[in-house]
């Protein structure tokens, strides 16, 4: 998409330029701490133990990039792995979600996603958000590379500077989400928690110790979200008023303004 031009220069592809990075803390795939992941089929804790998130511009859309401590195949996938489900939730601007889908969160301050990717060793989905309440609507299917312990996700989202919402999660392929719920029945093939109604991932991108989406169900997002409408009408205002000014100074030095 081309944005306004100011002074001969997109405004849109300056900001889509941008990218982000962070590290997540290691070993901490446990939820709230209190956590036991199934053992039948036995899940790695590693190979859902989020350790860094990137995004950046690829040819005009966004690509992220989610590094795991290892990985593992429990569900003998053809892809090649099968612990988890990485989800991110895209904050483009004003607007949007606050429910992270199926993953009993929402998000913390004002605002919420736009667009949302599903990732597993079964699929990816990408959807919208649409704000007259409709259902959201689904997108071209993102394509993903495993490289090593590291997803590569290339997306249909535009590209820009974004807010984020990871998490990890465990797969099952006996739910319709991939989902594996948290329960508080002990059991060899259960997501095991100490209390009713807990988050399901057992991991999600912030700072080290910090249990405190596990506690409120509210998850900050990571990186930063410009409303690029309101960003660009501000910018074609400034710049309205510096060609007024300029107009009139030149009319002020021919002495044409008095």
């Known amino acids: ?44 804790a590693d190979a859902l133990d989020l350790r860094e998130f990137r ?8 690509r992220f ?6 990985v593992s195949n429990p569900w003998n996938l053809s892809s090649g792995y099968s612990d988890g489900v990485t989800d991110i939730f895209v904050k483009t601007g ?32 990408l959807e919208q958000f649409v704000e007259n309440g409709t259902a959201p609507a689904a997108l071209p299917t993102p394509q993903v590379t495993r490289q090593g ?22 797969y099952t392929p006996l739910s319709a989400d991939g989902l594996l ?14 209390r009713a109604g807990a988050p399901v991932p057992v991991d999600v ?6 249990y405190s989406a596990y506690q409120t169900h509210e998850l900050a997002p990571a990186g930063q979200s410009r409303d690029l409408r309101v960003w660009s009408l501000g910018a074609l205002g400034g710049a309205g008023l510096l060609l007024t000014l300029l107009a009139t100074w030149q009319l002020r030095r021919t002495g044409r303004f008095h």
């Open 1 to 44: 998409m081309r944005g306004p031009i100011l002074g001969g220069v997109s405004v849109l592809p300056l900001l889509a330029a941008a990218a982000f990075a962070l590290a997540d803390p290691a070993g901490d795939a446990h939820g709230d701490g209190s956590y036991v992941l199934p053992k039948h089929p036995a899940v790695n």
């Open 55 to 62: 995004a950046q511009d690829a040819g005009g859309r966004m």
């Open 65 to 70: 990039t989610v590094g795991f401590g290892a």
């Open 94 to 125: 004003l607007g949007g979600s606050n429910d992270l889908t199926g993953l009993n969160l929402r998000t913390a301050g004002a605002g919420g996603w736009e667009y949302h990717l599903r990732v597993s060793g079964a699929g990816a989905q």
């Open 149 to 170: 312990t590291t997803l590569v996700i290339d997306s249909a989202i535009p590209a820009g500077q974004y807010g984020y919402w990871v998490t990890s999660s465990v």
């Open 181 to 194: 719920q948290p329960t508080t029945q002990a059991g060899p093939g259960n997501l095991q928690a100490a």
């Open 205 to 210: 991108l912030a700072p080290a110790s910090d």
